[in-house]
């Protein structure tokens, strides 16, 4: 039903959609129209099964490389080390499938904002249906309470507001009224006549006529939304991915080179064959993507300590290179609770402002009366979070918190002044009034709209004074509202008029009033969020606030929060709309507040930032976030206040709706990146190290320094445990100082490249060296064992140099990360007892070595890190 009905009257609606206002749909019809329109649910696109995302893991070239490892190892009958390749491609394929099916299931949780059943009218009689059934021109009723079933006109209502912060973000309950007629543009957030499938009623009563039902509703268009978002790669996804295809044809190239040039020089091809796979295996470093995931699953769990949930591994590390994040203000940046910051008492010099401290004794004496006739003047009786019902109004219940706050009891209020009768409130009279019984005689309380309820007042009282309302007061406190409306507070008028004791019972009026002051409140910011902004801004972090609220609001948070500064301003969903495609991308970077927005806006300015080289982080609490949320680098949905299809179309959770949180993940992210570049640097220059030792040898027609079996060993002790230790090395202290790394940059930018060509072929070149001196003094055997020592230290001294690109490791400090230092140690025991013990040599083609060898293998393997220090020493 695609016509526009919020600038029809309602009539016309129900004209349109064939049905009667007071009698409702015919059962036989809406079976039919259920039939024509189907069931009133969200539509989820046929998720894909087990096992076939199972297969689709095993199209990632790493894990091609890893299968072809795997076979490698089986043919040389190396079966333990083949099994153990297998079970890491299978784990790995396993985490994977599981990330991807738990990101399927968002769609299902937008069931979780619609009713089970909903009342509506057929054959003139009220009657429970299930929501499925539901149709186009059923005439559904709403009252406190009542979750709205489908999008629909409002036929009739009384004083009815509903909550719609999960499609709007607007913080305050909205109120409606169903005689309105709107402009075809009016957007979603403004339309007084509609209502929609999912949002709460607060207050009032009211009835709609359906106009849409499951996927033609908002919140259909919403998954639509989500349907249509593309869940972009990471990049350490894609750096991952080069590298395995980099790695995979490197390794090929590798064993043909050789293949060809010992076929050439006579080597029988069982020999030859053995020793290309020896070299293919050393080269192919299989311990990295079991690595990688080891390391973020590690800062998982540590952030976990810390508040927040990671559902995708890497999006701790995406995390570490963002450069804009996009947060909604209610609940992320605000509390999403009303609270009065200000009172406006009249005073004998002017208005008076009585701020946060309430209870000292002279304001206590300004501010009990406006509290009083406040709470008299609501039906709220409990503070935010106490009332079960979820019936109470907000404003009230902020009226009543601060009451209680400052040591009053409403109940005691509730028994000194009985209330008599009273007046609701209405969107159109915009107030409230009740009238009490009190010792001096009945006494009208009334609270609302400013510019409602100052035109009734005569007078204002002053201490026990009551002074006439004039010119120069009014104006005074036109000024005062004024300066507050532009902050974004929300504003509330409080008075009364004391009757005689005696007066007769009757209809009254809210005339001839006293005013007694105003009530400004706000939605306020978190304590932390400033100072969390601040930190985000020095780590280099662009912050941006998007939010479905009204622009004044959005600019005075943004402004409290630095996200915006002083003569900043921000612009609306409408004001976006008409800017041309070129110029999007300008706007976006210029703009820091988008307010009035859609979740179509939404999605627009997170594509915009992304097409501007940004990664972008989206935070977010509503359903209107979800589509954002998913199309984002990384997606932060907060857990407290959250919706279970943020949530679920998030990468990461904040357990405690903390913005602190997110610059402690920018912390982690980063130093998970820099410890993925230390054991990347560690293995492929180790690996490097080995392919020259058995290439050099071959092209210089040496024995083959080390056996197939020497090889694998080799590659288990010292591409396990140390390439783990180096992802648990603790962050640089100056890693928050950093600006975020390049979108683009490369896996090996700032010189790895350089620093892996180096050592790895100091590692290959050692080696082989100490091989062909220890050929010519003590044999084969013994120069086989030693090549076999001096590769494994000097590749274990080499894990202690890369946990830093710029210092050496007594500058870092030797024993800072003490689970390398183990690794290391625990390691090099291994090594020595395959060489030292005679029955492993057996198994290991090893001989016992003398004090004088092993000290000749530890000089070559730290010389590199002395000659180092003595320079880095001379230059200071």
């Not at 900043?568 to 800017?579: F, V, Y």
């Not at 299809?645 to 992210?669: C, H, K, Q, Y």
């Amino acid at each position: 039903m695609l016509n526009e009905f919020h600038s029809r009257v309602w009539k016309d609606a129900v004209s349109l959609l064939r049905s009667d206002v007071s009698r409702g749909l015919h059962a036989r019809e809406a079976r039919r129209r259920l039939s024509r329109w189907g069931p009133n649910r969200i539509i989820k696109r046929k998720r894909p099964g087990w096992l076939k995302l199972l297969f689709s893991q095993f199209t990632d070239p790493m894990v091609v490389t890893l299968l072809g490892a795997t076979i490698i190892s089986a043919v040389m009958g190396e079966i333990v080390d083949a099994l153990v390749i297998a079970a890491i491609v299978l784990l790995n394929a396993l985490l994977g499938m599981v990330q991807e099916y738990k990101a399927e299931e968002s769609l299902e949780s937008l069931q979780a904002y619609s009713p089970s059943v909903s009342c509506v009218l057929r054959n003139g009689v009220e009657v429970e249906v299930d929501r499925e059934e539901v149709v186009p021109g059923d005439v559904a009723l709403l009252w406190p309470g009542v979750r709205v079933p489908a999008d629909g006109r409002l036929v009739s209502s009384n004083s009815l507001q509903l909550e719609e912060s999960i499609l709007t973000g607007e913080a305050f309950p909205v109120s409606k009224d169903s005689e309105t007629v709107l402009p075809a543009a009016t957007v979603l957030s403004e339309r007084r006549n509609m209502v929609y499938s999912g949002t709460l009623v607060t207050r009032g009563n009211g009835a709609m006529i359906v106009t849409a039902t499951g996927m033609n509703t908002e919140m259909g268009q919403i998954a639509n939304l989500l349907q249509a978002a593309e869940s972009q790669k990471t990049p350490l996804e894609s750096k991952l991915e080069s590298l395995s295809r980099a790695l995979l044809v490197a390794c090929l190239g590798v064993c043909v080179v050789l293949a060809a040039i010992g076929f050439f020089r006579g080597i029988p091809f069982h020999h030859m064959f053995l020793t290309a796979v020896s070299l293919a295996v050393a080269a192919i470093p299989e311990g990295l993507p079991a690595t990688v995931t080891l390391c973020l699953a590690m800062g998982v769990q540590e952030m976990a300590g810390k508040g927040a949930v990671v559902r995708k591994l890497e999006a701790i590390e995406t995390l570490g290179s963002v450069t804009v994040i996009c947060t909604d203000k209610t609940g992320t940046l605000t509390r999403n609770q009303m609270q009065i910051v200000e009172i406006g008492v009249p005073g004998i010099q002017g208005i008076e402002t009585v701020f946060e401290d309430f209870r000292s004794q002279r304001n206590r004496a300004l501010v009990r009366q406006i509290l009083e006739v406040g709470v008299l003047a609501s039906d709220a009786r409990h503070p935010p979070g106490d009332d079960s019902l979820g019936r109470e109004d907000p404003t009230e219940q902020a009226i009543v918190a601060r009451y209680i706050g400052v040591g009053y009891d409403p109940d005691v209020l509730d028994r000194q002044y009985p209330r008599i009768d009273g007046h609701g409130f209405t969107p159109e009279r915009r107030m409230m009034s009740v009238r009490v019984n009190s010792r001096e005689g009945p006494l009208i309380c009334v609270k609302g709209a400013t510019d409602t309820v100052i035109p009734l007042c005569v007078s204002q009282e002053t201490g026990n004074q009551a002074v006439r309302l004039g010119r120069q007061e009014l104006t005074a406190w036109e000024d005062w509202i004024n300066q507050r409306a532009m902050r974004g507070m929300r504003l509330l008028a409080v008075a009364k008029r004391q009757e005689r004791a005696g007066t007769k019972a009757g209809p009254y009026k809210e005339t001839r009033l006293a005013l007694i002051g105003c009530l400004a409140m706000a939605d306020p910011l978190r304590a932390e969020a400033a100072i969390s902004v601040e930190k985000c801004k020095i780590a280099g972090i662009r912050p941006v606030l998007i939010t479905g609220d009204h622009l004044k609001t959005a600019e005075s948070i943004a402004r409290e929060a630095h996200i915006l500064s002083r003569d900043g301003e921000g612009m609306t969903g409408k004001s976006l709309d008409s800017i041309p495609e070129s110029l999007l991308g300008t706007v976006v970077e210029q703009c820091n507040v988008f307010a009035r927005v859609s979740p179509a806006h939404k999605l627009k300015i997170v594509r915009a930032l992304k097409e501007q080289g940004h990664i972008v982080a989206m935070t977010g609490d509503g359903i209107n976030d979800g589509p954002a949320l998913k199309e984002a680098a990384v997606g932060v949905a907060m857990g407290k206040t959250g919706t279970d299809i943020a949530r679920e179309s998030s990468s990461m959770v904040l357990l405690d709706d903390n913005f602190a949180t997110i610059v402690e993940a920018v912390e982690e992210g980063r130093a998970i990146y820099d410890n993925i570049r230390k054991f990347i640097r560690y293995m492929l220059s180790c690996n490097l190290g080995e392919v020259i030792t058995m290439a050099l040898a071959l092209v210089l027609g040496l024995p083959m320094p080390l056996t197939p079996i020497q090889i694998l060993w080799m590659n288990l002790i010292t591409d396990g445990l140390p390439a783990l230790a180096l992802s648990m090395d603790p962050p640089d202290p100056s890693i928050m100082t950093r600006p975020p790394r390049d979108p683009d940059e490369g896996l090996f930018a700032h010189g790895l490249y350089g620093l892996i060509l180096k050592r790895g072929t100091y590692v290959g070149v050692a080696t082989l060296l100490m091989f062909i001196e220890a050929l010519r003094i003590w044999g084969l055997p013994t120069a086989s064992t030693m090549a076999f020592a001096t590769l494994i230290t000097v590749q274990l001294v080499s894990a202690i140099d890369c946990r830093s690109e710029t210092h050496s490791p007594l500058e870092v400090g030797i024993l800072s990360n003490m689970y390398l230092t183990g690794a290391c140690v625990l390691s090099w025991l291994m090594l020595t007892a395959t060489v030292q013990i005679p029955a492993l040599g057996l198994f290991f083609d090893t001989v016992p070595l003398s004090g004088v060898q092993w000290l000749a293998i530890f000089l070559v393997s730290v010389m590199p890190d002395v000659f180092r220090m003595a320079y880095h020493s001379r230059d200071r």
